[in-house]
């Protein structure tokens, strides 16, 4: 049963660069089948997508982040990250990890989630 | 951007009753290549994360309840609940997985008992 976990600290200071890593067991980062993916949500508001990652490192990214956003992948560890820069107040939110279904495609929709982990930006 | 706008914000049913969400994107998510809407539905119930019922806008995923239905084409999108059980409360969302970037999401649908 494929399993993804988010880690990473739960407080970031504002101006200073929010670190996450999804660890992914039960299944092989490097397959050629799937996309990651990382989608935040704010307390008590809806889900905002951030940004995708091949195995082989290809990216999109939401243009509303892209100047603040770097995700990478490391197969030898079967995990991938984001970085998001500068943050603010705005950025708090449980950030989750996803895979896009299968089809070797990143027009797919997210089968499989982290449970999430709250990061809090607060001085 | 597709926006994605859900109706209504909230919604209480009565247990056995059907629930109703709609969904409408600003641009129609049917690629008529493959003849497939890009349209996908979550649940997402307190303290977890989001779970896919429902891709190209009617396939249910495997091991969701049958009373769980998806329907529509172009722009306009609905999930019905046939016969809503307890264990349905949760917030609803639809996806457009078309144009990327970026993903959007609907603003979610909650549902309740009446």
């Known amino acids: 049963q494929l399993q993804l976990q988010e880690s990473g600290p739960g407080l970031v200071k504002p101006s200073e660069t929010l670190s996450l890593t999804c660890t992914v067991s039960g299944g092989s980062i490097s397959s050629t089948s799937y996309y990651w993916g990382w989608v935040r949500q704010p307390p008590g508001k809806g889900l905002e997508w951030i940004g995708t990652?091949?195995?082989?490192?290809?990216?999109n990214y939401n243009p509303s982040l892209k100047s603040r956003v770097t995700i990478s992948v490391d197969t030898s560890k079967n995990q991938f990250s984001l970085e998001l820069s500068s943050v603010t107040a705005a950025d708090t939110a449980v950030y989750y990890c996803?895979?896009?279904?299968?089809?070797?495609?990143?027009?797919?929709?997210?089968?499989?989630w982290g449970q999430g982990t709250l990061v809090t930006v607060s001085s | 951007d597709i926006v994605m706008t859900q109706s209504p914000d909230s919604l209480a049913v009565s247990l056995g009753e059907r629930a109703t969400i709609s969904c409408k994107s600003s641009q129609s998510l049917l690629y008529s290549s493959n003849n497939k809407n890009y349209l996908a539905w979550y649940q997402q119930k307190p303290g977890q994360p989001p779970k896919l019922l429902i891709n190209w806008a009617s396939t249910r995923e495997s091991g969701v309840p049958d009373r769980f239905s998806g329907s529509g084409s172009g722009t306009d999108f609905t999930l019905t609940i046939s016969s809503l059980q307890a264990e349905d409360v949760a917030i609803y969302y639809c996806?457009?997985?078309?144009?990327?970037?970026?993903?959007?999401f609907g603003q979610g649908t909650k549902l309740e008992i009446k």
């Open positions: 990652i091949y195995y082989s490192g290809s990216t």
């Open positions: 996803a895979r896009h279904s299968g089809g070797a495609s990143y027009y797919r929709p997210f089968d499989y």
């Open positions: 996806q457009q997985y078309y144009n990327t970037p970026p993903y959007t």
